[in-house]
Structures are given as C-alpha cells and as structure tokens.
C-alpha cells in the first residue's frame, strides 16, 4: 500500500465524515451479469432491463403484481405440526423453519390472497422459492386447499404461482400425500365450474409439477423458467442420451404442446384479467 492509501484517505474520511451506503443499491443480472440500480429493477417487477432475464421473486412481490392497485387481502392458513418427525439431518428440522421465517417473513412457502384481477374478483396462492426452496409440506397442501376452498366460496378463478424444488423431504409420506390432497383440492374447482389457472414460474420442479401445477384448466409459464419433475442431468444419465438444447425451458415445453403460453412479467396481470374474463362470462350475473 502507499501513503496515499495508508494515511492521507483515513484523514479525508475522518474530516469529511463517514457515510454509510447501503450494500443493497445496485444487484447483478445473473444471465449477463449487469448491473442494475434497485429502483430500476424494482420498476420493471425484477427483470433485467439489458437481457430480459426473469428473476426469480417473492410470493409477497407476486400478489402486489397481480392485484389491481397492489391491494389485496391476505387469508389466515391453518398451521400443521410444524415438526412431526422431530427430523434431523445436519440441522433439526425446527431449526431450518425458524430461520426460513425470519429470513423471509412469513409461516411457510405459500401465501393466499383474494382481491380483483381488472376488476374482476380472483383468489391468488403464491409460493416462495427462497422459503426452504419452495418445497411442499404439510402447509403448502393446506394452503392450496385453503384457497381452493375460498375460491368456491366466493365463486372466483383461482390462481396460482408455482415456484418449488419439490417435495419437503424432512416431512417424508405427509408431504408426499400434499400431491394427491393437492388434486383434490382442484376437483372441488371443476365440479363448481370455476377456472383454475397456472403460472409456471422458474423453477417448478418435483412433486409440485407432478400435481396440481399441471392440471390447471390455462397454464402460463414466465420466459426461460425451468419446468419438469427430475433435473435434466438425472434424465440423461436415466435415458443415456443427450437431451435437446432448452430442454425443460418454458418456450420448449410450449413448442411441444405441455404449456398454453409464455407471457412476460410485466404482461400477466392483462393477460389474467382477459382469462378471468373469458372464462367466468357466463357466470357473472346479467346487467338489468
């Protein structure tokens, strides 16, 4: 180091004063590695102004993007027993659910929330990836139970984000039988005649996409998210050969007829409103 380094920038510093900067200001494009001023990101709903890369987000974010306005109202879910193993591998499971709520603010992967949709009124399940990876538990089936339940009850199309790594291992058979509660729960929307709309967001992987994430009656998908049930490196050491180029991406699974449509972020919640209304139009009372 030189003596500018060593003595003359602590005096400058000291006489100017310290000024703390937010470590948080600017976050780097994990696709071309730009970077992007938060407000900037934050505008665009976290996709990158430069590329277009969805990145992945919150399921508080995703109901603030869908609802008219941001307004919505969030409902209570049932809390199952949080630990009902008493699992332990390098961490008790207790512990990883104590500091995946702090860290992320809230019980468990999903969050559920009614409000209009264009005007139109809607239920919104929205799971979290960055809770635990997103993985399906006893809450997660709860959850999706619970919104299901209360879009019969209010007579709405039900919507729901996906976003999960699988099933929640440390919750063994319980959280393998949240698959076939999981399609239960989305009968109960068919035989009341109302919609059941998918948006596939990266990545939704596992026991989730072996379930209800894909008998929805419209599935969407985000640009370039990851969708499939096994990890494309466990397919092609299963199959023994190469796997096409975009295997398991969005815009692939909708060239081969497993998704209805890719819609950008910033396009869904017009893209929603139009289902919601071509789907619910005989249903809505006539004008007098």
């Known amino acids: 180091m030189s003596w500018l380094t060593e003595f003359v920038r602590p005096k400058i510093r000291t006489l100017l004063g310290r000024q703390d900067v937010p470590d948080n200001l600017w976050h780097q494009c994990p696709s071309c590695q730009q970077m992007i001023f938060h407000r900037e990101l934050e505008s665009a709903k976290k996709v990158c102004p430069h590329c277009g890369h969805h990145m992945r987000a919150t399921a508080a974010e995703r109901l603030a993007w869908t609802f008219d306005q941001g307004a919505y109202t969030r409902i209570d879910l049932p809390k199952p027993v949080s630990d009902p193993l008493k699992f332990r591998d390098q961490k008790r499971y207790a512990d990883r659910l104590r500091d995946a709520r702090e860290a992320t603010r809230q019980d468990d992967a999903m969050l559920v929330a009614h409000g209009t ?8 399940a929205a799971m979290s ?24 009850l209010q ?17 063994g058979a319980i959280s393998l039988m949240q698959m076939p509660r999981s399609t239960i729960a989305t009968q109960m929307l068919k035989e009341a005649g109302l919609p059941f709309i998918v948006v596939l967001t990266d990545p939704t992987t ?7 994430a894909m008998l929805g009656d419209i599935a969407i998908a985000e640009p370039n998210a990851l969708i499939g049930f096994a990890g494309p490196r466990v397919i092609e ?9 975009g295997f398991q991406r969005a815009e692939y699974l909708h060239a081969h007829g497993m998704i209805d449509m890719v819609v950008k972020r910033g396009e869904l919640p017009a893209m929603l409103a139009r289902l919601i209304e071509f789907t619910t139009v005989n249903k809505r009372p006539a004008a007098a």
């Open 117 to 124: 949709i264009g005007g139109l009124r809607a239920v919104v």
């Open 129 to 152: 990836f960055d809770f635990m990876g997103g993985s399906m538990g006893a809450a997660v089936g709860d959850g999706i139970v619970a919104a299901a339940r209360l879009a019969v």
């Open 155 to 171: 007579a709405a199309p039900l919507i729901v984000y996906t976003a999960s790594g699988g099933a929640r291992m440390q919750e």
């Open 237 to 245: 050491q299963t199959v023994r050969e190469k796997l096409p180029e």
């Open 206 to 212: 596992g026991g989730v996409t072996a379930s209800f």
